[in-house]
C-alpha cells in the first residue's frame, strides 16, 4: 500500500465526519495493524465515535484483503498530540 493511496482514502472518508470536537487525526500505515489515532477536545459523543467507526469502515472498503484487512481505532481525550505516520488532520489552535 503507498502512502498516497491510504492518504486519499482517508480524505475521502472524513468528508463530513469531523466534528468540532475532533482536535486531531493521525494514522499509521508502515506496519500492520493499520492505526486511525483521534484526539478529542472532550470526552467524544457516542454520536461522534460512530463517525470515527464510519471512518475505518470506508478506508478498508477502498482496499483489498491483502492490504488492510482491520483498522485498529484509538480515541484519546485531551492528551498530547503525537503524530503516527501521517497527519490526517490537525485543528488549529490560538496560543
Not at 475521502?12 to 492505526?35: D, E, H, S
Not at 483521534?38 to 471512518?55: H, S
Amino acid at each position: 500500500m503507498e502512502r498516497k493511496d491510504i492518504l486519499l482514502s482517508a480524505q475521502r472518508a472524513m468528508l463530513g465526519a469531523v466534528t468540532p470536537n475532533m482536535q486531531a487525526i493521525t494514522i499509521g500505515y508502515k506496519k500492520m495493524p493499520v492505526i486511525l489515532r483521534v484526539y478529542f477536545k472532550t470526552q467524544p459523543r457516542e454520536d461522534e465515535c460512530e463517525l470515527v467507526k464510519e471512518i475505518t469502515t470506508e478506508i478498508v472498503a477502498d482496499f483489498n484483503e491483502k492490504e488492510i484487512t482491520y483498522i485498529k481505532e484509538e480515541i484519546f481525550v485531551a492528551q498530547k498530540l503525537e503524530c503516527l505516520d501521517d497527519w490526517l488532520y490537525l485543528q488549529y489552535v490560538n496560543i
